[in-house]
């Protein structure tokens, strides 16, 4: 199997609603509007085109796992996606996680089974924080995956 782990910090914000159905995005940005809905965590310490060489080659097949965990005052929510031949990640302000299989060059997931909505209000409290400290760890896999679960 291969691996590769990719380690981001970010920052809370007041405007942040996780609301949007079929993505979450974090971004470079200090700021989210009230309509950026689908933002859950600021200033962040990376964007697409920050990920190293090895996780964005991986990042380009289908046949790759992605797990996306996010940690913020004891509370840790799990994502699961895939990859996809058609990301280019170069993106140099944000990351957008998608239930769809949609790619533009922000795009670091594809079929996600979770969405900004799903957050657990409990944690979009917490990431309403202005000085809340999220930890986000995205894990990629090829091969046997049954290390993910």
Known sequence: ???VRES?????HPNISARHRSTFEVT?????????????AVSASKAAADLSPEFKNLLKS???????????????????????????????????????????PRTVMVGADKSAIDLPR????VLRKPDASIRIILEAYRGDTSACE
Do not use: H, N, Q
């Open 1 to 3: 199997m291969v691996s």
């Open 8 to 12: 981001i910090t970010a920052k809370g």
């Open 28 to 40: 470079k940005d200090p700021y989210v509007t009230p309509r950026g809905d689908c933002i859950i």
């Open 62 to 104: 289908s046949a790759t796992v992605i797990v996306f965990r996010l940690e913020v005052e004891g509370f840790t929510w799990v994502v699961r996606g895939y990859g996809s031949e058609s990301m280019v990640l170069t993106d140099e302000r944000s990351m957008v996680f998608r239930r769809s299989r949609y790619v533009c």
């Open 122 to 125: 409990k944690v979009v409290e």
